[in-house]
Every structure is written in C-alpha cells, then in structure tokens.
C-alpha cells in the first residue's frame, strides 16, 4: 500500500454495491475520500444522497461533503433505475430513517470543478455509477482534464456479456452520451469493466462472516445484500453470491498491484445502434495506433487478496 493514502472524489449512485466501496474506502487507511457526488443510476438521485448520508453518518464520519448531482441522462428524460436489483430504497428495501445529514446544495459537477482547481495534480476521481455528473463537469470547464491525477470508472463490457443488454454494462447504458464525453475529455482513465468485476464475486457464506463481525458496516453490508443477492439468484441459478463491482474498482484505484493484466486501447461508446447502445467498444487491433488509446482497461485482478482486504477492513481488523 501507498505510505500516502488516495484522495479521492467519488462519484456514486449508492446502491448496495456502492455502499459495499463506500464503507471500505470510509474505513480503509490507504483510502481517503475528499468528497462525494451522487448521480441517478441504483435509484433517483435524492434516493442515492440520502443513502450516501446515511453511510456517512453509520461510520461517524459526518465531515465529508456530499453533494447531490444530476437525476438524468444529459441527452433526454430519465426512463429507468435499477431499483429491481438495489430495492426500492438503492439499499435492499432495509428502509433505514432518514439522515440527519444534509448535502450541501453545491452540484457534484461544481464540486468536481472547485475541487481539481483547488488540488491541482492532487486528486483520483472515482466514477461507480452513470458518468453524467462527470460529463457535466468536463463539458462545463474542460480544463479539469488536466487537474486530475486520474479517472478511474467501473463500468463496461468488452469481451464478456452485458449486465442490462447482450452487450452493454449498466453505468454505461444508462447514459452512453455521458460516457463518451468522458472517454473523450482527454484524462488518464483507468477502466474496470464487467470482464474483471464478474470473475470477483462475495459469496453469502462470506456476507454472514461480516454480519458476525459486530461492525456497523458488516451487518449493514450484510443487510442490504441479501435482496441483491436474491437477485443474483435469480439471474444465475445455484450461485449465492455477488459481483464486487464497486468496491473492486475504488480498491484497484488505490493499489495498482492489484491489476493482473490490462490494456491501453481507444474506448468509444455505441450511441445510435438498435441492439449495441450503451455497449463499450475497445480497439484491441494488434496494428492499433497508441497514440489513439484513450484509457487502461484492465481485464485480470487478484481478486483473493482484494477480497482478504475488503473483509478486514469491513470487520474492524484493519485500524483507519
């Protein structure tokens, strides 16, 4: 690990797999969350602030900002949210009170912008949800592109299937437009698609080990995941357990050395096609030019060791 932890901004629509990479980058030492954006995806916006809130308030660190952004696509009215996979209330249908907390009433892209012009070079930006309030931000002040140490987003699907269509990933589909501004701004990007987020999956045996654990955040993670992993159930018959897609790319972001295997490519994404919108498409051509790639994308990680991690960190065995 870093001797300096990450400074991070995340962007998130918290869901339960959201709240799985909140908690462990509130918790983690070599993590430490500057501020945070919410965006519409798992659930509305106001819903994903107020579970963003509450986590906050869940860990006693109530002196991060948060700060609500965008509640639908930049091109066009919003038309779904993931409820059916993150309940009703983004957090399993566990229907906890509301926060006492309160978002500033800055937008998240206008706290991405103040941020990079504040801590030029200094920052990691963290997109886990759809990249609408990232787009927003470098639409409005493009500048930002050169402030940022790094985007790291959890989204896509090159060479395995998608999670909402055949071949695109929910954080992308949801706002394609946004995506490809993002990809197309012109900042170090860090990619950690379906293809590595899918072979790193919590089992429900795992989950009940947090909830023994006694920590605030393991019996809520433990909570929230069992209507998530109901879902998971459903999809894939016999398997109980669930991808670690959020947590998974915040972890990569803060310990490179969890990469197993990656490659620079130029990512664009589909816009207009009837049966591939929303789908990221990579040009992995061996005669490819470099100076076209615009990102990493990384297809291998070691999943155990992240997992150990994860664990710890959940279950109080790791100080902060």
């Known amino acids: 690990m870093a001797a300096e932890p990450l400074k991070v901004v ?8 959201d709240a799985m990479a909140i908690l462990y980058g509130l918790l983690a030492p070599e993590i430490e969350i500057v501020a945070f954006g919410c965006v ?6 106001e819903v994903c602030t107020a579970n ?5 308030e869940m860990v006693g660190q ?9 509640g639908a696509p930049i091109m066009g009215p919003l038309t779904h949210v993931s409820t059916e996979v993150h309940g009703l209330d983004g957090q399993g249908n566990v229907n906890l009170p509301p926060p006492t907390l309160e978002a500033t009433g800055e937008s998240a892209a206008g706290q991405m912008i103040r941020l990079a012009h504040e801590r030029p070079g200094e920052l990691t930006l963290v997109a886990i949800g759809p990249l609408t309030n990232v787009a927003a931000a470098a639409m409005a002040d493009p500048r930002i592109a050169r402030l940022y140490k790094q985007v790291v987003i959890m989204g896509g699907a090159f060479f395995t299937p998608g999670n909402v269509t055949r071949v695109a990933g929910a954080n992308g589909w949801h706002d394609p437009e946004a995506a490809q501004v993002v990809y197309e701004a012109g900042w170090p990007i860090l990619t950690v698609p379906l293809d590595v987020t899918h072979q790193v999956c919590v089992t429900g045996q795992v989950l009940d080990r947090l909830r023994d654990s006694g920590t605030a955040a393991g019996r809520h993670v433990h909570a929230i995941t069992q209507h998530y992993l109901a879902f998971y159930e459903r999809t894939f018959p016999g398997q109980r357990q669930c991808s670690m897609h959020d947590a998974l790319a915040l972890a990569i972001a803060a310990d490179r050395a969890l990469i197993r295997r990656s490659r620079r490519a130029r990512v664009d994404v589909e816009l207009t096609g009837t049966l591939t919108r929303g789908m990221t498409v990579g040009d992995f051509r061996p005669w490819a030019r470099a100076e076209d790639a ?17 664990i710890a960190v959940l279950s109080g065995r790791v100080e902060g």
């Not at 615009?294 to 997992?307: D, I, S």
Request: proline letters at 4%.
């Open 10 to 17: 995340l962007d998130c629509d918290t869901g339960v797999d």
């Open 40 to 45: 519409w995806g798992n659930a509305p916006v």
């Open 62 to 70: 109530t002196e991060i900002p948060v700060a609500m952004g965008l």
């Open 294 to 310: 615009n990102a990493e994308v990384v297809f291998e990680a070691e999943g155990e060791r992240f997992l150990e991690r994860w």
């Open 52 to 56: 963003t809130l509450r986590l906050l």
